[in-house]
């Protein structure tokens, strides 16, 4: 049983490069979330998903983009990478949003730029 | 929008004694109080929640306490094992159905 499964687990881009982040949940959840975690400061929301076809911004959105074309996937796209945007990126889904249903994390993408 | 403290932000116990981490929360209107356990290289998990119409809840060696009149709620591990060595955050829900978490606390459990 896979759960939530990120891509890449590491990465290092350069400023300016652009790159985006899988995510893929085989559990049929309806909601997905991207959140990043940065040292002392707990988990962020950048985008979430309620369902194929919808997003709606978080908490820290700017410079990040989303799509979910799909229930099973919700990739997070960097246009143009900056040195603020260094950080451990978790996806995670939930069957009926946070406050009905526990949420259930990827293992995290560690991306540095450079 | 919510905003949660968390404290302590690291935290030593000797095994077999008691840890105990607390938080607070800003919007009155939350509802919903998760506690989430991060191991090393791995992603949160849940290990216990609470909601606004309960005061108390236990799973086994774990227990979580909310106080809504003075908006705070504290996560309580007793007789602490090295595998509760970990960073556990605590979160809060307002009626944006949008978590808001606390800044973590690393918790390490001396044998």
């Known amino acids: 049983n896979a759960g939530v499964t990120q891509t890449p687990k590491f990465r290092i881009l350069k400023i300016g490069q652009s790159m985006t982040l899988q995510c893929t949940q085989d559990m049929n959840h309806n909601y997905m979330y991207w959140y990043r975690q940065d040292p002392g400061m707990g988990l962020k929301l950048i985008y979430y998903s309620v369902g194929a076809g919808i997003t709606d911004k978080g908490e820290v959105p700017n410079g990040y983009n989303v799509s979910r074309s799909t229930t099973e996937d919700f990739p997070l796209r960097l246009e143009l990478a900056a040195p603020s945007q260094t950080s451990v990126y978790f996806c995670?889904?939930?069957?009926?949003?946070?406050?009905?249903?526990?949420?259930?994390f990827g293992e995290g993408s560690r991306l540095t730029v450079l | 929008g919510e905003n949660v403290e968390q404290h302590p932000s690291t935290l030593s116990v000797q095994e077999g004694d008691s840890a105990v981490i607390k938080c607070t929360y800003s919007?009155?209107?939350?509802?919903?109080f998760p506690w989430y356990k991060q191991e090393l290289g791995k992603g949160p998990q849940l290990i216990i929640d609470i909601r606004s119409n309960v005061g108390e809840k236990k799973d086994q060696r774990i227990a979580v306490t909310l106080n809504k009149t003075a908006k705070h709620f504290s996560l309580h591990i007793t007789e602490t094992q090295p595998e509760d060595s970990a960073v556990y955050f605590c979160?809060?829900?307002?009626?944006?159905?949008?978590?808001?978490f606390g800044a973590g606390t690393t918790v390490t459990v001396r044998a």
């Open positions: 979160a809060a829900e307002s009626n944006d159905y949008k978590l808001s």
């Open positions: 919007d009155s209107a939350s509802n919903y």
């Open positions: 995670a889904s939930s069957y009926r949003g946070t406050n009905t249903g526990e949420l259930f």
